[in-house]
């Protein structure tokens, strides 16, 4: 969502600059204001007002036989066909079966996506694996290096140390 911000000093010299502009955002503003208010409050009288208007409507049809018959007729006609051949056998009607097979494809389309989106996902999660693999053991080793290096220095420093005192108490034996 795009949220502009202005403050009164801004708004007014954005109006002053251009009169077409205050008479669209005055337009678009209460034409907003009235979608939302139709939405919200027309949503709510229609739900509350739908199930007894169904429900009279439903009750006029049922009463009227003629208006049934064509219904039914209507309803038999698009969905169902019968075959010449046997009075009982019922075939769908071409649109109804092109619609059917446009589902079954759709499905047939959504399955294959959701399949390869698996495989793909599976394949990225192999790659991510072996990639922090790899790099884990490029820290280990560095970390071993490291290791190796500070352990080095500290006996290189301890060892140097002792020699030092070593040779200070041989200087301070000769000495005294």
Do not use: C, W
């Amino acid at each position: 969502m795009t949220t502009i911000s202005l403050d009164r000093k801004a708004l007014h010299s954005l109006l002053d600059a251009d009169p077409d502009f205050a008479l669209d955002l005055k337009k678009n503003v209460l034409a907003e204001v009235g979608r939302r208010f139709f939405e919200k409050d027309a949503k709510r009288v229609i739900a509350a007002a739908e199930p007894e208007l169904f429900a009279q409507a439903l009750k006029g049809v049922q009463n009227d036989h003629e208006l049934m018959e064509q219904i039914k007729k209507a309803l038999s006609t698009s969905i169902v066909t019968k075959d010449t051949n046997y009075y009982n056998r019922l075939k769908l009607t071409d649109e109804v079966m092109k619609l059917i097979n446009d589902q079954v494809i759709m499905m047939k389309n959504r399955a294959i996506q959701s399949a390869l989106d698996a495989v793909t996902m599976d394949i990225a999660g192999r790659i991510q694996e072996a990639v922090t693999k790899s790099l884990e053991v490029v820290s280990i080793d560095e970390r071993i290096q490291k290791r190796v290096d500070r352990l080095t220095e500290e006996y290189i420093k301890s060892r140097a140390e002792e020699l030092f005192k070593a040779r200070m108490a041989d200087i301070k034996a000769m000495m005294g």
